[in-house]
Structures are given as structure tokens and as C-alpha cells.
């Protein structure tokens, strides 16, 4: 099974143990480092259930990302606060509102 967040889960359980994926993300394309002795590597239900944690963090951060997406850029944002503050915050309000936290 393929896991978008294999290598963030690798890095959290096995901090400073060197390890190489080839190919997709999946528990049977990682290759642990020759100096990592068997008792540094993580079991794979742990493995999968860091993989399955820092899924769910990212998923439930969707609304972060669409509105960093819908924001103007921060020099556009810092000229309109000087020149129109009051629109601005509207402008602001309206992405909030459009993409709420869950």
C-alpha cells in the first residue's frame, strides 16, 4: 500500500537513522541504512499508524491551504492595508468566510 507520508513518518519514529525509498511510497521499497541496527527500526504498524496520523492532520488542514491560495500576496496586502485598511479586513473576511475552519 502506498503511503504519501512515509519518509515524515520514517524521520518522527527513527530520528537520525538513515534510510532510502525506491520507487513508491510503500513499506516493502524502504531501505534502511547499513548502520542502523534492527532494534532502530520501527515496526510497520507503527509505521502505517504515524502514515495514517500525519494523513489525517493534513486533511483536516485543507481550509489552511485554500485560504493561503485564495490570500493576495503579502506586498499587495501591506499596500492595501495602508491605502484602504477598511477593505482589506472585508477582503480578508470574505476568504475566512468562504473557507471556514471545520
Known sequence: MRYSFLPEALIELAPNKG??????YELKNV?????????????DEDIIKKCEELQTDYNSK?????RAESYDPIPEQLDQIFHDIDGWKKRIKSVKDKFPKP
Open 31 to 43: 531501505t534502511w541504512n547499513e548502520n542502523v541496527t534492527t532494534s532502530d527500526i520501527p515496526k
Open 19 to 24: 534510510f532510502v525509498i525506491d520507487g513508491e
Open 62 to 66: 485543507k481550509y489552511q491551504r485554500d
